[in-house]
């Protein structure tokens, strides 16, 4: 799979735009880009997923550059409740195996007042 | 509602003792993983299961041990083997081998070796 770098932490005004960047650039074309998150002391949470064309649902969106080597998620109201771990992972699809996804340290997102 | 149950949330063990946490699922997920996580770090694979009656070691296996006889249950046993237990483990599961890598968590159990 292939590695992703992401800033240890950022900071975000409640009300406005969190935007979470990932750099994947030795993602391989069958490779999709994964967003978790995690609030303190419980489970990560499936937030969004992408393979080239941007993504949306109901908690963020999914920017994915052209040549698929970064990405942006991006959650346009931010609020306190989505401080946490926000994970960017890469993973193939339906190779036959589990979804051994490999969590980083990912980047602790903190909403104030 | 559907998900994962893992207990017990909280857990305090004396050294040399076994413990097994419990992980079961209602959503009908083929594949379950147990995960470890230390403070400030990120989640390390520890075993996975893609059907009953199989499961694989992940990539810290040492120490643990698991079974799946059962599609709704995969327990988790920490053995005296496993030199630094204390940690956060989670359970989860997804929907099987050719899953979109959707991976749906529980709550967690912390471990704490006295």
């Known amino acids: 799979d292939a590695k992703t770098t992401q800033p240890p932490s950022m900071d975000c005004a409640e009300g406005r735009a969190a935007n979470l960047p990932c750099n994947h650039s030795t993602i391989s074309g069958n490779e999709y880009v994964y967003w978790y998150r995690q609030i303190h002391s419980q489970g990560p949470q499936y937030i969004i997923h992408g393979l080239k064309n941007n993504e949306t649902n109901e908690m963020a969106s999914l920017i994915i550059t052209e040549d698929r080597k970064s990405s942006t998620l991006i959650l346009p109201h931010a609020t306190l409740r989505d401080t946490a771990v926000y994970y960017c992972?890469?993973?193939?699809?339906?190779?036959?195996?589990?979804?051994?996804?490999?969590f980083g340290t990912g980047t602790r997102l903190q909403v104030t007042l | 509602d559907g998900g994962i149950t893992q207990s017990p949330k909280y857990l305090f063990r004396k050294e040399g003792q076994n413990v097994t946490l419990s992980c079961e699922q209602n959503?009908?997920?083929?594949?379950m993983y147990w995960y470890r996580q230390d403070p400030g770090q990120g989640l390390r694979l520890i075993y996975y299961?893609?059907?009953?009656?199989?499961?694989q070691k992940g990539d810290i296996a040492e120490g643990y041990s698991v079974s799946r006889e059962k599609k709704e249950s995969f327990p988790l046993t920490v053995t005296s083997a496993q030199k630094n237990p204390t940690a956060f483990y989670l359970c989860?599961?997804?929907?099987?081998?050719?899953?979109?890598?959707?991976?749906?968590f529980g709550a967690g159990s912390r471990l704490t070796v006295l």
């Open positions: 959503l009908n997920h083929d594949a």
């Open positions: 992972i890469v993973r193939v699809v339906g190779t036959g195996t589990a979804s051994k996804l490999t």
């Open positions: 989860a599961s997804s929907s099987g081998l050719s899953g979109a890598n959707v991976l749906t």
């Open positions: 299961s893609q059907i009953v009656n199989d499961f």
